[in-house]
T-cell receptor
């Protein structure tokens, strides 16, 4: 079974600095998606960034970028120039791409990392 | 930008009562999902729905749960006889196809007392 592990329950960063959140996953599949979701205090789940496993190039969205290491099954999120509004829970998630075993490819989430941003 | 809308945002119910959580997915999306998040825990998959039928469900989604798309726009989750442990945040999500990412709603916080 696929699993997603976020080993950092909490992280803290100074405003304008850079922080990296870690995520590892376990799968026997070769084709899948990886995501980072942000959950602010409002509890809404907001997609931050997405990576297709078949793409070697790391995804980037403005101040957010990932370091995708497929062989190591690692998918870290880097937030540059951190802002106060970045404070939230961040969830790493995995979804296999093909219709494996009849599944629609549901998201499997890690336990999350709570990011605090200090002014 | 299109949104997934969930109502109510917060519902308090007595143990043993039935609740219906409502969701309006994005209009051109074809795949619908319910996830839940017990406070302080990870987000867990409940059920996926496509072509007017359940396509997959988790072990959590037992006989007390049901889903319905009654009118082509709403997507509901019914819990027949709520238990204290059903207290959680329930998220609806939709996607255009299996390849696309999900769009989540803002969630319904269900409190069972």
């Amino acid at each position: 079974a696929q699993t997603v592990t976020q080993s950092q329950p909490e992280m803290s960063v100074q405003e304008a600095e850079t922080v990296t959140l870690s995520c590892t996953y376990d799968t026997s599949e070769s084709d899948y998606y990886l995501f980072w979701y942000k959950q602010p205090p409002s509890r809404q789940m907001i997609l931050v960034i997405r990576q297709e496993a078949y793409k070697q190039q790391n995804a980037t969205e403005n101040r957010f970028s990932v370091n995708f290491q497929k062989a190591a099954k690692s998918f870290s999120l880097k937030i540059s120039d951190s802002q106060l509004g970045d404070a939230a829970m961040y969830f790493c998630a995995y979804r296999f791409r093909l219709n494996y075993g009849g599944s629609q490819g549901n998201l499997i989430f890690g336990k999350g990392t709570k990011l605090s941003v200090k002014p | 930008e299109p949104e997934v809308t969930q109502t109510p945002s917060h519902q308090v119910t007595q143990m043993g009562q039935e609740v219906i959580l409502r969701c309006v997915p994005i209009s051109n999306h074809l795949y619908f999902y319910w996830y839940r998040q017990i406070l302080g825990q990870k987000v867990e998959f409940l059920v996926s729905f496509y072509n007017n039928e359940i396509s997959e469900k988790s072990e959590i989604f037992d006989d007390q749960f049901s889903v319905e798309r009654p009118d082509g726009s709403n997507f509901t989750l019914k819990i027949r006889s709520t238990k204290l442990e059903d207290s959680a945040m329930y998220f609806c999500a939709s996607s255009r196809n299996r390849e696309a990412g999900y769009t989540f709603g803002s969630g319904t916080r269900l409190t069972v007392v």
